[in-house]
């Protein structure tokens, strides 16, 4: 029933800047929700990168801190990802989550496995 759609990515040279979108339909964002960023590397773990609820709470990995911001449309149920001051070691494909009725800590907002819907994946590279 819900579904995203996550987009954006792309191939930059280091201090670009790319912005992802996240569309979700089958919920609205006046339920409670949250929606995170993660982000995989060939031979990594799955890594939380950023995190937003339905009531603005936020949260970031201590390695974008400053260089990633995440927002919501709520007219548009679209979440975004604008992504500054590219590191190659930002170079991953990146996934949107979403959970339904979000009751999180903010501390488990960048755990994977809180989320119960994940888009497709969208390819970011940065080169150096």
């Known amino acids: 029933q819900v579904q995203l759609v996550d987009s954006g990515g792309g191939s930059v040279q280091a201090g670009g800047s790319l912005r992802l979108s996240c569309a979700a339909s089958?919920?609205?964002?006046?339920?409670?929700?949250?929606v995170g960023w993660f982000r995989q590397a060939p031979g990594k773990e799955r890594e939380g990168v950023a995190a937003?609820?339905?009531?603005?709470?936020?949260g970031y990995a201590d390695s974008v801190k400053g260089r990633f911001t995440i927002s919501q449309d709520k007219a548009k149920n679209t979440v975004y990802l604008q992504m500054n001051s590219l590191k190659p070691e930002d170079t991953a494909m990146y996934y949107c989550?979403?959970?339904?009725?979000?009751?999180?800590?903010?501390?488990?907002?960048?755990?994977?496995?809180?989320?119960?819907?994940w888009g497709q994946g969208t390819q970011v590279t940065v080169s150096s």
């Open positions: 989550a979403a959970k339904w009725r979000c009751a999180m800590l903010l501390s488990r907002l960048l755990v994977p496995e809180e989320y119960n819907y």
């Open positions: 937003i609820t339905t009531g603005g709470d936020t």
């Open positions: 089958g919920y609205t964002y006046s339920s409670s929700n949250c």
